[in-house]
């Protein structure tokens, strides 16, 4: 398995602000992700996290508000800029460690909420 | 949108089976079947899959029927710490690098 540690595990920010998550893994792994939940819905990808390169993007998420970095292959940060109160939702960092077709573990996620 | 069907809801009875279908009626050839529990705004926890046999682990049974047009999740022994959002997701072929799309889920509710 992988163990997946976020920071922080909750914050209230203000609007107009931005927050970084951070996403530590305790082994490499090949591929990392970023996922939203927002209030009672499901998950939804944002984008996947390459390491040595720009992210790659879902439809409807753009880097300028979802800055994503991923320095090696234990790390990676989120960051929602100039957030709103529709950016309220849980964000969940997900790993696959090695190749195709093997599960994705997640963290316990980040629960935003802006005021 | 999500490449599977599951009934929004279920209850089933402590101590008793929970039988969690799923429809996923345009399977490629190559992907695989994944279950995935939420338990109140925690990450996703995995619970098994499979690509065309039926597997069993620890936790669950997965079968798959043999068109794969369909699979069932079986708890064998529903406990209350069981109630959750189930997840039924499809992954694989040539864009299987994790981007597992996330539907609905069946929110299973286990009671006394």
């Known amino acids: 398995s992988a163990v997946i540690s976020q920071k922080p595990s909750r914050d209230i920010c203000q609007r107009g602000t931005s927050l970084t998550i951070q996403c530590q893994v305790d082994s490499q792994v090949t591929m990392m992700f970023w996922y939203r939940q927002q209030p009672g819905q499901s998950l939804t990808l944002i984008a996947t996290a390459n390491q040595g390169s720009e992210a790659t993007y879902e439809s409807g998420f753009v880097i300028d508000k979802f800055p994503i970095s991923r320095p090696n292959l234990t790390f990676s940060t989120l960051t929602v800029s100039n957030m709103s109160p529709e950016d309220s939702s849980i964000y969940l960092c997900s790993v696959q460690r090695t190749g195709k077709n093997e599960k994705l573990f997640f963290g316990s996620g980040t629960q935003l909420s802006v005021l | 949108d999500a490449k599977t069907t599951q009934p929004p809801s279920m209850d089933c009875a402590e101590g008793r089976a929970a039988n969690l279908p799923c429809n996923h009626s345009?399977?490629?050839?190559?992907?695989?079947v994944y279950w995935y529990r939420q338990i109140h705004s925690q990450g996703p926890q995995y619970i098994i899959h499979?690509?065309?046999n039926n597997e069993t682990n620890e936790m669950a049974s997965l079968i798959i029927t043999e068109d794969r047009k369909s699979s069932t999740l079986i708890l064998p022994h529903a406990t209350l710490r069981d109630t959750a959002v189930y997840y039924c997701?499809?992954?694989?072929?040539?864009?299987?690098?994790?981007?597992?799309?996330f539907g609905a889920g069946t929110q299973v509710v286990v009671t006394p």
């Open positions: 997701i499809v992954s694989g072929g040539t864009d299987s690098w994790g981007k597992f799309q």
């Open positions: 499979g690509l065309k």
């Open positions: 345009t399977i490629s050839g190559n992907e695989y």
